[in-house]
């Protein structure tokens, strides 16, 4: 009996090959790593005292490096029980709990013409490989150039040109012998009973040849050159070889990187084509990316049967947080015990390939080194969403939170997020009464005149996240700023705490010197600032920092900022915060300021492809990017009535009596 590949494919991944090959030998306990699916035994085929060999759930594959034997869980079967083909098939797939299929004639037959369209797929990868090579693909390769891919990386990849003709590469394969329903069959050209003669599918793009899991080129993916095309990339459609939803690009080779001599340790999934390739370039070999859509329940068990924990990294921007929640949600009901998922946000307005072109893979590392956990966005996705200063507003936190863990299917998992949601809110909502009282303390100390400038603590050392909910500061000092013209408040809080506690600047050198404020006089005074951290270097005191910020003309600007933010009672950034409280502090305004950005950066694209919707008469576009729109403002309108600039409101910071101002 002939089996499908497909069928012996499923079976194969359902049944990891150490529980086929665990029931004849012994694993041994010192080389073996069985989180990672990863086994050493003595060999079952010849006789020998130390384990060589080796099997790998990763790649169903085992290898013996003593006698050099080597196969997969038929295999396996075959040479060590001398069953025939069909009776290890019968034993695996009963242990997958699969039915075996009965003779097919016609499955028989969709097997052959898989192959052979597998074929035709490779002659068109080899058509796309030549034609980038040709003077008509010139301008995909400066394109590619422009990227700072290498020659080497573009055969890796084998990238490709389509030209720009209807009939290029469909004339090419006919001449080949290749039928036109097979042409049809593999998605290459555009056809249909109202089409009278069909055209290719892919005209004047950079071709991404897509592979199977086996390694075998499926699918296409079309980056447009021309500005002008209705779609800039382009995937090949749905066909017997290709589902979209089912695979992941760059799969087969990041399985490998995982399972080398210096495998990684986990599997990151990016946004794009052009972010996996850039990465392996930079020498992370690990990346994986959906093709063009969210990813999908099959696309996430795939990056499980490669590792416990993927990581997901998304785009700093709205989209990529939207993305980054959908997957949240995506995750959740599939959690086992071991099994999670972890969030990489890049910084706002940066991907993969920006990160790693002129400096490397050091930044990326960096990003994937402050990899959140699951636990933790959620967390954060629905704290996040604004103050909670009443019972009623706590209550519905916590009936949330509770709503959205119920979804886990797996009991023991799911009773341990319920308990880590409670640890959370009782954190989070002691908080609020301790805030409360260090808030008196300070307006008290405030009428009194008194601060104290050293900002040493007194008093329970423990961290504090209520977010502040007092819009009507807000309102007041922005009165204050519009007529006086003082920078925004919390533009303000930035600058001054760093003027304030300039150890906090050294901290996080890269991140905090890069910001960018709108207000042109903070813009000339945050130059000022660099320039002494610069020539100071960790040496810098306040003293000596406010003393040439006044020699340079800047005196009136920072006892402006100073009033604007003792108004607003943001005491965090002055000199009477101790040194751990003006860190949240900074640390709140600062995700506050770079996702107000993110949110007016986005805002503007939403509204840019909203005229060129309008402009094209597409109402179903006008619509979708209309209530993206709405969605958006919704976001900025509450960030900018929401005080929440400080997370931790003071409790390390003692008052006392001292001159004012200090």
Same mark, same amino acid.
């Given at each position: 009996?002939?089996?499908?590949?497909?069928?012996?494919?499923?079976?194969?991944?359902?049944?990891?090959?150490?529980?086929?090959?665990?029931?004849?030998?012994?694993?041994?306990?010192?080389?073996?790593?069985?989180?990672?699916?990863?086994?050493?035994?003595?060999?079952?085929?010849?006789?020998?005292?130390? =384990?060589?060999?080796?099997? %790998?759930?990763?790649?169903?594959?085992? $290898?013996?490096?003593?006698?050099? #034997? +080597?196969? !997969?869980? @038929?295999?396996?079967?075959?040479?060590?029980?001398?069953?025939?083909?069909?009776?290890?098939?019968?034993?695996?797939?009963?242990?997958?709990?699969?039915?075996?299929?009965?003779?097919?004639?016609?499955?028989?037959?969709?097997?052959?013409?898989?192959?052979?369209?597998?074929?035709?797929?490779?002659?068109?990868?080899?058509?796309?490989?030549?034609?980038?090579?040709?003077?008509?693909?010139?301008?995909?390769?400066?394109?590619?150039?422009?990227?700072?891919?290498?020659?080497?990386?573009?055969?890796?990849?084998?990238?490709?040109?389509?030209?720009?003709?209807?009939?290029?590469?469909?004339?090419?394969?006919?001449?080949?012998?290749? =039928?036109?329903?097979?042409? %049809?069959?593999?998605?290459?050209?555009? $056809?249909?009973?109202?089409?009278? #003669? +069909?055209? !290719?599918? @892919?005209?004047?793009?950079?071709?991404?040849?897509?592979?199977?899991?086996?390694?075998?080129?499926?699918?296409?993916?079309?980056?447009?050159?021309?500005?002008?095309?209705?779609?800039?990339?382009?995937?090949?459609?749905?066909?017997?070889?290709?589902?979209?939803?089912?695979?992941?690009?760059?799969?087969?080779?990041?399985?490998?990187?995982?399972?080398?001599?210096?495998?990684?340790?986990?599997?990151?999934?990016?946004?794009?084509?052009?972010?996996?390739?850039?990465?392996?370039?930079?020498?992370?070999?690990?990346?994986?990316?959906?093709?063009?859509?969210?990813?999908?329940?099959?696309?996430?068990?795939?990056?499980?049967?490669?590792?416990?924990?993927?990581?997901?990294?998304?785009?700093?921007?709205?989209?990529?947080?939207?993305?980054?929640?959908?997957?949240?949600?995506?995750?959740?009901?599939?959690?086992?015990?071991?099994?999670?998922?972890?969030?990489?946000?890049?910084?706002?307005?940066?991907?993969?390939?920006?990160?790693?072109?002129?400096?490397?893979?050091?930044?990326?590392?960096?990003?994937?080194?402050?990899?959140?956990?699951?636990?933790?966005?959620?967390?954060?996705?629905?704290?996040?969403?604004?103050?909670?200063?009443?019972?009623?507003?706590?209550?519905?936190?916590?009936?949330?939170?509770?709503?959205?863990?119920?979804?886990?299917?797996?009991?023991?998992?799911?009773?341990?997020?319920?308990?880590?949601?409670?640890?959370?809110?009782?954190?989070?909502?002691?908080?609020?009464?301790?805030?409360?009282?260090?808030?008196?303390?300070?307006?008290?100390?405030?009428?009194?005149?008194?601060?104290?400038?050293?900002?040493?603590?007194?008093?329970?050392?423990?961290?504090?996240?209520?977010?502040?909910?007092?819009?009507?500061?807000?309102?007041?000092?922005?009165?204050?700023?519009?007529?006086?013209?003082?920078?925004?408040?919390?533009?303000?809080?930035?600058?001054?705490?760093?003027?304030?506690?300039?150890?906090?600047?050294?901290?996080?050198?890269?991140?905090?010197?890069?910001?960018?404020?709108?207000?042109?006089?903070?813009?000339?005074?945050?130059?000022?600032?660099?320039?002494?951290?610069?020539?100071?270097?960790?040496?810098?005191?306040?003293?000596?920092?406010?003393?040439?910020?006044?020699?340079?003309?800047?005196?009136?600007?920072?006892?402006?900022?100073?009033?604007?933010?003792?108004?607003?009672?943001?005491?965090?950034?002055?000199?009477?915060?101790?040194?751990?409280?003006?860190?949240?502090?900074?640390?709140?305004?600062?995700?506050?300021?770079?996702?107000?950005?993110?949110?007016?950066?986005?805002?503007?694209?939403?509204?840019?492809?909203?005229?060129?919707?309008?402009?094209?008469?597409?109402?179903?576009?006008?619509?979708?990017?209309?209530?993206?729109?709405?969605?958006?403002?919704?976001?900025?309108?509450?960030?900018?009535?929401?005080?929440?600039?400080?997370?931790?409101?003071?409790?390390?910071?003692?008052?006392?009596?001292?001159?004012?101002?200090?």
């Amino acid at each position: 009996m002939r089996f499908s590949n497909s069928f012996l494919d499923e079976i194969r991944d359902r049944v990891p090959i150490s529980d086929v090959i665990g029931k004849r030998v012994t694993w041994d306990r010192k080389k073996t790593n069985a989180s990672r699916g990863d086994y050493w035994a003595c060999c079952p085929f010849h006789g020998e005292k130390s =384990p060589s060999f080796h099997c %790998e759930d990763r790649k169903g594959r085992y $290898h013996c490096f003593g006698c050099g #034997v +080597s196969g !997969d869980h @038929f295999r396996f079967l075959t040479d060590l029980d001398g069953m025939n083909f069909p009776e290890a098939v019968q034993q695996i797939a009963d242990l997958a709990g699969i039915a075996m299929p009965q003779p097919d004639v016609e499955a028989e037959k969709r097997d052959r013409q898989r192959t052979g369209l597998q074929d035709v797929m490779e002659m068109a990868t080899q058509f796309f490989e030549a034609q980038l090579q040709t003077a008509n693909g010139a301008k995909a390769r400066a394109y590619l150039r422009d990227r700072g891919l290498t020659g080497r990386t573009i055969e890796t990849f084998r990238l490709g040109y389509a030209p720009e003709s209807r009939n290029a590469l469909k004339e090419h394969l006919a001449g080949k012998g290749v =039928p036109k329903d097979q042409i %049809e069959a593999c998605g290459l050209v555009v $056809h249909g009973p109202d089409i009278p #003669v +069909s055209y !290719d599918r @892919f005209r004047d793009r950079i071709m991404f040849p897509i592979l199977s899991s086996r390694e075998k080129v499926i699918a296409f993916g079309g980056r447009a050159m021309s500005p002008d095309a209705p779609a800039k990339y382009l995937n090949s459609n749905e066909t017997e070889l290709f589902h979209k939803g089912n695979v992941l690009y760059n799969f087969a080779r990041a399985r490998r990187a995982m399972s080398g001599a210096d495998g990684a340790g986990t599997i990151i999934a990016v946004e794009g084509y052009m972010d996996v390739i850039a990465l392996h370039q930079a020498g992370i070999e690990n990346a994986v990316a959906p093709l063009g859509t969210a990813l999908t329940e099959n696309q996430m068990a795939l990056l499980w049967k490669l590792t416990q924990q993927p990581v997901l990294c998304f785009d700093g921007d709205g989209a990529g947080i939207r993305a980054a929640n959908r997957a949240v949600d995506l995750a959740l009901p599939h959690l086992k015990p071991g099994f999670s998922v972890r969030f990489a946000m890049l910084p706002d307005g940066k991907d993969p390939d920006d990160l790693v072109r002129n400096e490397g893979r050091a930044p990326f590392d960096k990003v994937m080194a402050s990899a959140r956990s699951l636990s933790e966005m959620v967390w954060l996705r629905e704290a996040q969403a604004g103050g909670f200063d009443t019972p009623e507003s706590r209550a519905q936190l916590e009936a949330t939170l509770k709503q959205v863990v119920s979804v886990i299917a797996d009991e023991n998992v799911r009773r341990h997020y319920g308990q880590d949601i409670r640890d959370r809110l009782n954190q989070f909502f002691q908080g609020a009464s301790r805030r409360e009282g260090g808030q008196r303390n300070f307006d008290r100390n405030q009428r009194q005149g008194g601060g104290r400038g050293q900002g040493q603590g007194r008093g329970a050392p423990q961290r504090m996240s209520e977010r502040s909910g007092i819009s009507d500061r807000l309102a007041r000092s922005s009165l204050v700023s519009g007529h006086q013209g003082l920078p925004p408040l919390r533009e303000s809080v930035l600058a001054l705490t760093i003027v304030n506690h300039p150890k906090l600047l050294f901290e996080e050198y890269d991140e905090i010197s890069a910001i960018e404020y709108d207000n042109r006089d903070l813009q000339r005074f945050w130059s000022s600032v660099l320039n002494a951290a610069a020539a100071k270097g960790p040496r810098l005191s306040r003293e000596n920092l406010v003393e040439q910020l006044e020699a340079e003309g800047f005196a009136e600007l920072l006892k402006a900022l100073d009033q604007q933010i003792r108004f607003a009672r943001l005491w965090t950034a002055t000199t009477a915060a101790a040194p751990e409280d003006a860190r949240e502090g900074y640390l709140q305004a600062l995700a506050l300021h770079q996702r107000t950005k993110a949110l007016l950066w986005q805002r503007r694209e939403l509204e840019s492809e909203l005229a060129y919707a309008t402009e094209e008469g597409d109402d179903d576009a006008v619509s979708q990017i209309l209530r993206n729109l709405q969605e958006v403002q919704l976001e900025v309108t509450r960030l900018e009535n929401q005080e929440a600039i400080i997370d931790g409101f003071g409790v390390l910071s003692g008052r006392v009596k001292g001159p004012a101002g200090k």
